[in-house]
């Protein structure tokens, strides 16, 4: 039986374990990215475990979320992770050289190996074959210090591409198309492969665009064979000599397959508040307020010219405000030479700086009530900074039509030629925004750079012998890592964790943290109740963290997404499913809760708890009178873990767990 590429890859780096499918194993990572907004967080804890040198083939530091620099803080971070990445041989790429993911890919991307970033777009590196993960900082601070990254053997789904993208469809589409196909839950432990004739007519990056969104899908990544299309692109960022041709084996057997013909391709958007809330744009006719044009989706070469092309000599409406974010300053350079940016500057856009911003909702938030247009990635309620905005999310060229007409239009329906443009086979490379690896000798001069903005990594407690405490916010299905922990102006709190947890679930419950400390502080421990792919979204590890500050001890969902299961476990704290989905309607909040012997049963490898739940809500309220036994109800909770992760969890978290098994090591 052959191999999928996937499996492939993953048998190569085996580092632990055997290989079965949705099994756990380990594997050695050969590439690290990280970004400031998880980065700094990330390098403390590298820090911490005590380590003198980083041992992948490469890691590199990228800012690129926090440049808005309003207040002291976000320059305090960069100045650190500069002085980290001198002081440890890791490559720092500079504010304003470009998002970390176009510019992993542009410059650094190779096909087969494995990357791991501290970010949920990392897979976009799957455009050129790589093997790219999001992950929580911690996990890849681990990687980075030569530990294996830990997953379950992916199951593989086959996305067959068929055809060729018909004029005004694009990657992006493609994209929502397999959005709407697999939908934003349920795809957790999946890896996506392309595979098919359509896919040799595709760019890397336009590739990218789709293993970039796959993220949205919840799948642990995506990849494309590496063939003369790859190639081409690493040629034309003078890489060739990087390239080796790679491909699923002829007759790999996958867990699921669909096909998509590209030339049925429509225009598509994904309409508010989900990205896989997906319609047609010709469904739509809507009037637009702001049309937003970057992100590590789109924001591309190819990209940034077409939509130059289509507004060259026109006129921006009045009553729409157009943003536009060139992805990386290879990108922002190539479209000045072309003179494209003096197009799009003549129409009316307004030139922001190569990073997330808009993106991660830190600027250019939309007017109340308004519709806001973007290539971005995700449109979750509130995420521009906006929360009563509605954001659809389409390609450029869709961008482009909205900033033309003032509304939602199919772009088909232009009069105008669709600008076919084509990627250069040639890119000016300039890297001096990145500055490489210093000498040993060299680094031995770097002070570190600690302004009042960094803390220090709350370090946890063993898991108690039990449980006891309350169910202290209860949410529902599809609740993102947007709404735990906030990102937008409170960003710059990324690394100062007391500050920071100041937030925890602020859109959904203003009253979480008091309530919350306030229980802690009386002894008591904090449960979340959620339903089905709670933690969705980004690899933020502070949506763990934050709330293990707090003192929960456990997430009782019905479905847990893969990064956030695995955040919570390396901060300690417990992610429980419901062994009856129904069960989540007898937990209302302040419902007081006990899990007796929880560490006995993580140390027998126990499968499921019981959870005595004490005015738990049964068929009707339990009334509750003094003096009279209250009505305690019995669940069944069950625990999906590994070996590791028990172990893990009873030393309070992947920090104190690996600080104890390296001193054990040491024979300390
Ligand atoms: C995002 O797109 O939500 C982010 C901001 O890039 C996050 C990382 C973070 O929260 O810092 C992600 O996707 O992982
Ligand atoms: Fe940055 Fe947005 Fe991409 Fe996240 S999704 S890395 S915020 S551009």
């Known amino acids: 039986m052959g191999y999928t590429l996937t499996e492939k890859i993953l048998r190569e780096h085996l580092a632990d374990g055997s290989y079965e499918r949705g099994k756990e194993i380990g594997i050695k990572i050969d590439q ?36 808005i620099q309003v207040g002291f803080e976000n320059a305090d971070d960069h100045a650190y992770l500069e002085s980290i990445a001198k002081k440890y041989g890791i490559y720092f790429s500079r504010p304003g050289n470009g998002i970390c993911h176009q510019v992993h890919l542009e410059r650094f991307a190779r096909p087969g190996k494995t990357l791991l970033g501290s970010d949920s777009h990392t897979p976009t590196a799957g455009g050129v074959g790589s093997l790219a993960m999001g992950a929580g900082g911690l996990d890849v601070a681990v990687a980075m210090g030569g530990g294996a990254y830990y997953l379950a053997a992916p199951k593989v789904i086959d996305i067959q591409l068929t055809g060729n993208l018909q004029p005004w469809s694009t990657a992006k589409d493609v994209a929502l198309k397999v959005l709407q196909i697999l939908s934003t839950k349920g795809n957790v432990g999946f890896v996506s492969e392309y595979t098919g004739d359509g896919i040799a007519g ?31 692109f690493l040629a034309a960022q003078e890489r060739e000599s990087q390239w080796q041709p ?216 063993p898991l108690p012998e039990d449980i006891t405490g309350y169910v202290t916010i209860k949410v529902g299905d599809l609740v993102t890592t947007d709404h735990i922990m906030p990102a937008g102006s409170r960003l710059k709190y990324r690394s100062n964790v007391p500050k920071y947890a100041e937030f925890v679930f602020e859109p959904l419950d203003k009253d979480f943290f008091s309530r919350a400390s306030s229980l802690r502080d009386q002894g008591f421990h904090n449960l979340i109740v959620a339903g089905l792919s709670y933690g969705q979204g980004s690899s933020r590890e502070h949506a763990a963290m934050c709330p293990m500050y707090l003192g929960v001890k456990g997430v009782i969902a019905k479905s847990i997404e893969r990064i956030h299961a695995a955040n919570l476990v390396n901060f300690g704290i417990v992610p429980f499913t419901f062994e009856k989905e129904s069960d989540w309607d007898l937990l209302p909040e302040k419902t007081n809760i006990r899990i007796p012997g929880i560490r006995k049963s993580l140390e027998k490898g126990d499968e499921s708890v019981i959870a005595l739940a004490e005015g738990s809500r049964k068929g009707e309220e339990v009334v509750e009178r003094k003096g009279e036994k209250k009505k305690e109800e019995e669940l069944v909770l069950k625990m999906n873990l590994s070996r590791r992760q028990r172990m893990i969890l009873l030393a309070g978290g ?8 390296r001193k054990g090591n040491k024979g300390n």
Do not use: W
């Not at 084996?249 to 397959?257: G, L, T």
């Not at 900074?385 to 088909?412: E, F, H, I, K, M």
């Open 32 to 67: 690290t990215l990280t970004q400031d907004a998880t980065g700094t967080m990330a390098y403390l804890q590298f820090e911490s475990m005590g380590l003198s040198d980083i041992a992948t083939e490469l890691s590199v530091s990228y800012v690129d979320h926090n440049t």
């Open 202 to 232: 595709l760019t890397v990056p336009e590739r990218a665009t789709i293993t970039n969104m796959g993220a949205e899908t919840g799948v642990t990544t995506s990849i494309f064979p590496s063939d003369l299309q790859t190639k081409r």
């Open 246 to 461: 790679l491909a699923a084996d002829k007759d790999a057997i996958y867990d699921r397959s669909l096909e998509i013909d590209l030339a049925e391709i429509e225009p598509l958007a994904a309409a508010p508040h989900s990205p896989g809330n997906i319609v047609g744009v010709g469904d739509l006719d809507l009037p637009v307020d702001q049309v937003m044009i970057g992100s590590c989706t789109n924001s591309s070469y190819v990209d940034l010219m077409t939509v130059a092309r289509m507004v060259k000599g026109r006129k921006l409406p009045e009553g729409i405000s157009l943003g536009i974010a060139p992805g990386s300053r290879q990108v922002l350079n190539a479209i000045a030479k072309t003179g494209a940016l003096r197009d799009l500057i003549a129409f009316g856009a307004r030139i922001l700086e190569s990073s997330c911003g808009f993106c991660i909702g830190n600027s250019m938030s939309p007017c109340t009530n308004s519709i806001s247009v973007r290539t971005s990635n995700r449109n979750f309620m509130g995420r521009s900074g906006t929360p009563s905005a509605n954001v659809y999310l389409t390609s450029p060229v869709v961008a482009a039509a909205a900033a033309l007409t003032g509304r939602l239009t199919d772009p088909r329906e232009l009069d105008m030629e669709f600008p076919a443009i084509q990627m250069p086979d040639h890119f000016d490379i300039d890297d001096r925004m990145i500055i490489p690896p210093l000498s040993p000798e060299q680094r031995t001069r770097i002070t570190i750079c600690r302004g009042p903005n960094i803390g220090q990594p709350p370090v946890n407690q």
């Open 654 to 661: 992947l920090l104190p767990f690996t600080v104890t098994s």
